[in-house]
């Protein structure tokens, strides 16, 4: 290796870890120009590549350097992580093996062989591999939090927590430890502890973008009258619904507050214009007018919420009452239970972390299918977003002719308002549409994957957030085939009792 190509290296890992990326590219490509079969230059291309989610490239990169460097057994490892990245966790597995072999006292393939397990589903098996790496890198503080992850899958709550203990006592500077303990903390209700390792989102492996940093944050509700203050919404659509109920409390303490939504939701959340100026995401706005600003999702802690503080005074959102109307001649006189479903909660291209996790919360139309099979009840299709809805009208017929379709009225959040308030019951897997139904206050069963999400707490059929609620959670990972069937035995039930009024 010549020496340019040397310092271009060393200098590409410093811009890797400072998470420049793209300077990082640019001098990697510079070097494999200089050196085209480079081994080390092509596996770092591919981890750059990797870093900015581009895991096909990432691929190729790998795949060059391990034919020019077969028993490189890094390189293997590094394959093994992207095959889990792009869901071939077969193949994954497969490299990883074979990292194992090339180099058996290299800790990382061994936490990252149980990684793809934990995907795999697979966690007990995943713990051997986790105590494996320790046992080679005892000071390996990403095992101990991933072997953490793990046994709060297996519902081993205390034994999660000692080891995300664990990993931040050797490095207090591994943020992702602090935002898994979160994850253990939240739903097990300890929320004065979780909302504070929450704020770990902001500089954890995959960071959410902090804005506005050019304001103070808030910290305090004390002292608020007259204080002209920016929040706004910085994750999903159904964490806006869900923590928008924040926005009335901060006016209530006399609080002048502009609230930047998605454009999604700015018609639905216009009930909220009394407390604040609803502003949409990506309009202009002047810093320099506000005191303070806060993310939604920092509310809680600035209020010091805990489980008996939950504000859940539904509903805190209203409806377009001259569309409700509409819905209703369009629902006709039917006297059967009406009933909405939502089985899909699409993909989050701008989240790649989640992709998989919006995989197992969403379930296949052939299953959700089954609850045709309940009497007394019309099922509204509330589904929107492809592939559900190109599935759905390609196969409507052969697996659910009586459903009634109304996705295509549905042109905004504000319809589907609308359409819900006609409605008897809304039965949703986790998405925005079961946030709006609570936030409605409308009767709402939500579908849970075994990993469920921390906002619906451990072991709850209800939800504190939101009383409209009962939740029906899957005990065994990637089952919904009992959840429908304990929802059918409720169903039957409520279309019974409704049948009598």
């Known amino acids: 290796m010549s020496l340019e190509v040397q310092i271009l290296l060393r200098n590409s890992l410093e811009h890797i870890q400072a998470k420049e990326y793209g300077i990082a590219r640019e001098l990697l ?4 120009s200089l050196e085209p079969v480079n081994p080390d230059v092509l596996r770092f291309l591919s981890v750059v590549a990797a870093l900015q989610y581009d895991y096909e490239n990432a691929l190729i990169f790998i795949d060059h350097c391990i034919v020019i460097a077969p028993s490189n057994g890094i390189a293997h490892s590094n394959r093994g992580n992207i095959l889990k990245e792009l869901g071939k966790y077969e193949e994954a597995l497969i490299a990883l093996d074979r990292a194992i072999e090339l180099a058996p006292d290299y800790a990382e393939a061994y936490n990252n062989k149980g990684n793809v397990l934990q995907e795999m589903r697979r966690y007990q098996e995943s713990l051997a591999l986790y105590d494996k790496a320790i046992s080679l890198q005892p000071n390996y503080a990403e095992a101990y939090s991933n072997k953490g992850n793990a046994l709060e899958l297996l519902r081993q709550h205390n034994q999660a927590i000692w080891h995300y203990e664990q990993a931040i006592a050797i490095n207090p500077r591994y943020v992702d430890a602090y935002w898994h303990k979160a994850m253990t903390e939240l739903p097990g209700g300890n929320f004065l502890a979780g909302w504070q390792n929450y704020e770990a989102r902001w500089f954890k492996t995959h960071p959410l973008q902090f804005r ?3 304001i103070a944050r808030l910290q305090s509700i004390t ?6 203050i920016l929040i706004w919404a910085e994750q999903g659509l159904g964490d806006t619904l869900q923590f928008s109920r924040y926005i009335q409390m901060l006016s209530s303490f006399g609080a002048q507050v502009t609230f930047v939504v998605p454009k999604a939701l700015r018609k639905v959340l216009n009930a909220l214009s009394q407390f604040c100026t609803l502003i949409s995401d990506g309009e202009e706005i002047d810093e320099s007018q506000f005191e303070f600003q806060s993310p939604l999702l920092s509310l809680p802690l600035v209020f010091g919420t805990t489980l008996e503080t ?7 959102l209203d409806f377009d009452h001259d569309k409700k109307n509409l819905f209703a001649r369009e629902l006709g006189t039917s006297q059967k239970l009406k009933v909405g479903v939502i089985w899909n909660g699409g993909f989050r291209a701008d989240s790649p972390e989640l992709w998989a996790i919006n995989k197992r919360r969403n379930i296949e139309l052939d299953v959700i299918c089954r609850l045709k099979d309940v009497s007394g ?8 977003g492809n592939p559900a809805e190109s599935e759905l009208r390609a196969r409507k017929e052969e697996l659910w002719p009586d459903l009634i379709n109304y996705a295509h009225l549905l042109n905004d959040f504000s319809d589907t308002a609308a359409l819900m308030e006609c409605l008897d019951l809304i039965i949703s897997v986790d998405t925005s549409s079961a946030h709006l139904a609570g936030a409605l206050g409308r009767p709402v069963w939500i579908l849970n994957r075994y990993d469920s999400c921390w906002r619906w707490l451990r072991g709850r059929s209800d939800s504190p957030w939101y009383p409209t609620a009962k939740i029906y959670q899957q005990n065994t990972p990637g089952d919904w085939i009992g959840v429908i069937e304990d929802v059918k035995v409720d169903l039957a039930s409520l279309a019974a009792a409704h049948s009598k009024r």
């Not at 002292?223 to 002209?228: H, I, M, S, V, Y």
């Not at 939950?310 to 805190?316: D, G, R, T, V």
């Not at 009840?377 to 929107?384: A, G, I, N």
């Open 377 to 384: 009840v019309d099922f509204y299709s509330l589904q929107k």
């Open 310 to 316: 939950i504000p859940a005074q539904i509903p805190y």
């Open 223 to 228: 002292d608020l009258a007259g204080k002209k």
């Open 212 to 214: 506005y940093s050019g």
């Open 29 to 32: 490509l510079k070097a494999q």
